[in-house]
């Protein structure tokens, strides 16, 4: 994509002022809609070494309200961020709904500088290329305008601006090593360009080339092209809500008329759960002995983890009274508090509302050697949201591949991921219930809505069977635990985690 | 995915015919349906060796009207399609609209049984599924349906079917020696299926597992996920139609409402085409001394790619008038007539517009060691189609990514791909157009499509640079002819193929 373009276009000084006069507030405008209308947006500067990305940032940000957007500048890793997938940091650095984010060098580093410097492998290269891919993807299905521009200028040019800053004693820190050594070896750093820009160069987040070698014409195409874009997405955006407006059925009534499964018998079904044999016990004594066994194991096992750097996300999910809470608790109990955390999980509040569904897990997630427990999870979104029409059936159906992808990523960065079901069935659940409402010391753990929820036990049942088929993985298994007897489940949750932790501490040897 | 799969499931004779007979009518339904709609279907069968998929290809075949669909067996590829990329083959055999195509384990064979026996290196593995993805995605975006079935057994019930039919002489041909081998290392292929499954299961192109060890449940299961699949699809496509009916805008009035660039002057536009020298030109003495040793030259490079089994794509586009025909007539002079073919494009007929538009150009391309040249070219979907709005701007938008993954694929087959753009001023063609005009043995060549293209010269202008820029690639360049002087691009284009088929062999040569 580089080789066609036009390095010697520029712009007069007075041509300039012209565009900018219309192209200044009209930027402003622009960002005043989207923060109205609560559309994210996201602009990605690449480039060579010396084209001004920092300038041209400079200059974009005058037509924009500082109140609406923050500008992030993408060095090499810190450790924190190193102790995490490398797209980690964008999670976290995610604009929320209706505002701009700057990223000066992107998630793109990656496969760029860090390509370069030997710092990524070529496996590497190509688990980020799925990734960012993955990313981008997800992030505009779900209604962010991501802008990515690459700055391009020959390797002359970059020679010049780069003797220029090494001239000066105020300017010369700025020079890296790295620059001078990819200006060296331009052709080589060229290619790796290339192939990023043709394979990330898609409908729903294409690259756009600013020949950077005059400043005034960069910065006036810059500003052109984000008002273009924006301006067109505001216009599909509104287009979309007008035309679903005067259509006489909304999409949520479109899709419920799409015919449920006429023949379905039970003998069809996805049957994972009433495969789980819940006859399955200890008895008190046995759970006493086994208890403090593991316990005492899991002790160990977490400072060999914080010794080795292993991050571990464990997920719970379960019917109400499942007893995914007594199995965390034993878990816990005599791990070093300083080395894991528990993630209660609740309807999302008005900041998570104004992110992408996975954003508030992804920026919970454990770094190297840390153990994140998730009393709920990111599941919700094909289980209740899925159910409760709180998410449309395009958004759900996607869902499977999004956590995929994100599970993927975590265990390619070297997490043990664990998901626990906890499996019980409908007549030990109103036992449960009962119960709580009988015991003036549980009553606060059962509300109306578990009440509710117990009628929908069989769409819910449909759900996890799809969930659990479709999302488990052997990087990223499920576990059905048989939960009746809470002693039983209990001493599964434990040993399930042992063994995984054994077996990860055990490949690492070899 | 496959580990929480219930391999128990069975079903009684009287269940399966109670839902045997409502199914199998209301299959043959929605065939009619889709026929009627022309809406095209694949459905894929995978699944390990003995699980049943011809058996359960018959069962379902019950139920169509045999006019409307054709079973096509995968096995190992025939030499013809070794010598092309290896999709070709999937890509020639797609149904067109209304039809159902049904495959006997399909594209992901390169991933399974041939990555199982050694003949898909990890390499070619990392590239299939990216051709794979990009395959399923760009066919469901137009319209397809694809249905992905997974039948599953365990290594036990394989073992026992394959111990039956071997014990046999009727059927004991069928066990090949790597269905025993794969039965032998179950646990290694099973995690080659697991990660295909993982890698591919995505909304637009989901997988469904069937258990498949009692052979009526998984008849009556893989009925079921049809029927609802179809059924499912169609009423999508009629709610689709339905509201644009009900709203007063069709999307093509929509899109153009979306603003076209406000500001938008010479000094932004994209300048590929302007960048080229249009003063360039050879006398007629010197073309006389240069096109014979080319040509020459160009006949012997032709013999040693025949020879290296070397395919070689020419693509050539540019302003009518603008000297393609001429440099295809130079360029093939002298190479034997055996081993290239011309391809004129024109409009697309019946059959091709009841296909995806890159459908006639698969079918088309060269195989190892031959020279195929389109006059015109898949390039129309982002020019014409684009500018007479044939296509929707979702579709011309997506098609840059789509062209790219096809040349990506041709090339890494080990092909020469490369595409020339015969460029011309509005002076010349208008020179040009006259003389056409005045003499009687080329007034055939002069038609009122010309003249009205010619007023859009703009648009087009505007379309080309886009297009240079976003799909000139370095394993597939474009290359922009000057051609005010019909000598000087003749040469450029000898010139270029020469060039580019020397750099070739040398490279396949260290």
């Given amino acids: 994509m580089l080789e066609k373009v036009d390095l010697e276009k520029k712009m007069e000084k007075e041509e300039y002022r012209k565009y900018m006069d219309i192209l200044t507030p009209k930027l402003g405008r622009l960002q005043r809609e989207c923060q109205e209308r609560k559309i994210p947006v ?30 992030y500048p993408v060095k090499n890793e810190t450790e924190e961020e190193k102790m995490h997938p490398f797209l980690w940091r964008f999670w976290t650095k995610m604009p929320a709904k209706g505002r701009i984010a700057i990223y000066d060098s992107s998630w793109y580093r990656k496969v760029l500088v860090d390509r370069f410097d030997g710092n990524t492998t070529e496996e590497e290269v190509e688990r980020a290329y799925r990734s960012i891919c993955s990313f981008e993807e997800q ?5 962010m305008i991501i802008i990515k521009i690459f ?16 001239d ?9 090593k790295g620059d001078l050594e990819r200006n060296r070896h331009f052709r080589t750093y060229q290619e790796m360009n290339e192939e990023m820009l043709l394979r990330t160069d898609s409908a729903y987040a294409p690259w756009h080339i600013v020949e950077a070698t005059d400043r005034k014409f960069a910065t006036v195409k810059i500003y052109s092209i984000v008002t273009q874009v924006l ?15 005067s259509c006489q059925l909304t999409v949520k009534e479109m899709e419920d008329r799409v015919p449920s499964v006429s023949v379905e018998e039970q003998a069809l079904k996805e049957s994972v759960l009433t495969k789980a044999d819940l006859t399955l016990s200890y008895t008190k004594e046995e759970y006493k002995e086994k208890l403090p066994k593991l316990q005492k194991k899991l002790k160990k096992l977490h400072g060999e983890l914080y010794r080795r750097r292993i991050p571990v996300v464990l997920g719970f999910e379960g019917w109400d009274a499942g007893g995914k809470g007594g199995a965390i608790k034993r878990l816990t109990q005599k791990m070093d508090p300083r080395g894991y955390v528990v993630h209660p999980t609740a309807s999302p509040n008005d900041i998570e509302k104004a992110h992408h ?5 992804w920026t ?21 949201e899925r159910i409760e029409g709180f998410c449309s059936k395009a958004e759900w159906q996607r869902a499977y591949k999004e956590i995929n992808d994100m599970e993927r990523d975590l265990a390619e960065a070297g997490a043990i991921v664990l998901k626990f079901w906890m499996q019980i069935d409908k007549d030990e659940q109103a036992r449960r219930f009962k119960e709580r409402q009988e015991n003036p010391e549980k009553q606060w753990k059962i509300t109306d809505e578990d009440w509710r929820n117990r009628e929908k036990w069989e769409q819910y049942e449909e759900a996890v069977n ?33 063994e995984a932790i054994e077996k990860k501490l055990e490949e690492k040897k070899s």
Same sequence: chains 1, 2.
């Fill in 42 to 71: 996201m602009i990605a500067f690449e480039g060579y070494g010396a084209a001004g990305k920092g300038v041209q940032i400079a200059e974009l940000i005058q037509g924009l309200d500082p109140r609406g957007f923050q500008v």
């Fill in 364 to 384: 919970d997630m454990p770094k190297a050697g840390h153990v994140t427990i998730f009393d709920r999870t990111w599941y919700g979104r094909v289980m209740v």
């Fill in 139 to 143: 992030l505009t299905a779900d209604g």
């Fill in 231 to 245: 301006e067109s997405k505001i216009k599909e955006a509104e287009e979309t809500i007008r035309r679903a407006q």
């Fill in 151 to 166: 700055l391009a200028i020959d390797k002359k040019e970059q020679k010049k601006r780069l003797d220029k800053l090494l």
């Fill in 168 to 176: 000066s004693r105020e300017t010369a820190w700025r020079v890296s």
């Fill in 466 to 498: 799809e969930m659990l088929i479709r999302t488990s993985s052997p990087h990223a298994p499920w576990i059905v635990v048989e939960g009746n007897c809470k002693y039983y489940a209990r001493i599964k949750v434990l040993e399930t985690v042992v």
């Fill in 357 to 361: 569904y996975l954003w508030r897990f």
